[in-house]
């Protein structure tokens, strides 16, 4: 299928952003809705969120319970749901949980390369996860840039136009 880049508008073989399911595990995820809803809303979640070329996902528990609306007791029953049913993996690397979405469940790459993964990983955070001193690094770095590019606006609406 042919797509269009969206911000460069050239042509490239591919296909548009999809998730798809195997039809012979799909009753799985109906039985996992029925197990455990915060299990199957937490496989969504990560479905939703994960690489796409790696069916991966760092992110904290603490995100999860704010992603979730729930507490850490409720999401560790949930990846120990998810664990011993094979809907994921679950990776270290350091102190960090890496998800891994079973890739016989569901995939958003090329059937031919399901089973093949390099590890990059999306990761998603919160502002919640982080100390009062990052917090106020990243507020200046954010007003900084903000800053910036008001002075540049208003130095570029100063600059006489070429006649």
Known sequence: ???????????????????????????????????????????????????????SLIVSQDTLCDMLECGRTSIYNAIKVLTEGLYIQVLKSGTSNIYCVNADIVWTKRADAVYFAHFNASVYVTSNEQDEEQKVKIKKRFEKIVSTEKQDKVQKDKEPSAV
């Open 1 to 55: 299928m042919e797509v269009s880049d969206k911000n460069s508008g050239e042509l490239f073989e591919g296909n548009l952003p999809f998730f798809q399911f195997r039809k012979h595990n799909f009753k799985l995820i109906r039985k996992l809705n029925q197990k455990s809803p915060l299990a199957a809303n937490l496989f969504f979640f990560l479905v939703e969120n994960m690489n796409g070329n790696t069916n």
